[in-house]
């Protein structure tokens, strides 16, 4: 089983900075893909970016330049630094990963940003 707690959410003016972090523990040692994910009110649920164990990369067109994820191994955290944040990347952020060999997914609980104009 997998524990994931994340914090680093809240209020921020359109063009502040905040940074997310999620800590895994559990009985699994290691993940494959670790990533964040975020849902607008009555939106779907969308890929903010990705990180995979060999530090492959994917980020959402809208976030490129603006937000970067990285991850530490060693303590099973990764991050989200996010910059130049606009109003319109205010949503509820969650958590993902994949245990290395397992097809599963996690989910944090999610926390809240909120960026004002």
């Known amino acids: 089983q997998v524990k994931l707690v994340e914090s680093g959410g809240g209020l921020v003016q359109a063009g502040g900075s905040l940074r997310l972090s999620c800590a895994a523990s559990?009985?699994?040692?290691?993940?494959?893909?670790m990533g964040w994910y975020r849902q607008a009110p009555g939106k779907q649920r969308e890929l903010v970016a990705r990180?995979?164990?060999?530090?492959?990369?994917n980020y959402a067109d809208s976030v490129k330049g603006r937000f970067t994820i990285s991850r530490d191994n060693a303590n099973n955290t990764v991050s989200l630094q996010m910059n130049s944040l606009k109003p319109e990347d205010t949503a509820v952020y969650y958590c993902?990963?994949?245990?290395?060999?397992?097809?599963?997914?996690?989910w944090g609980q999610g926390t809240q940003i909120t960026v004002s104009s």
């Open positions: 993902n990963v994949q245990p290395r060999g397992s097809a599963a997914y996690y």
């Open positions: 559990g009985s699994i040692f290691s993940f494959n893909a």
């Open positions: 990180i995979t164990s060999g530090g492959s990369i």
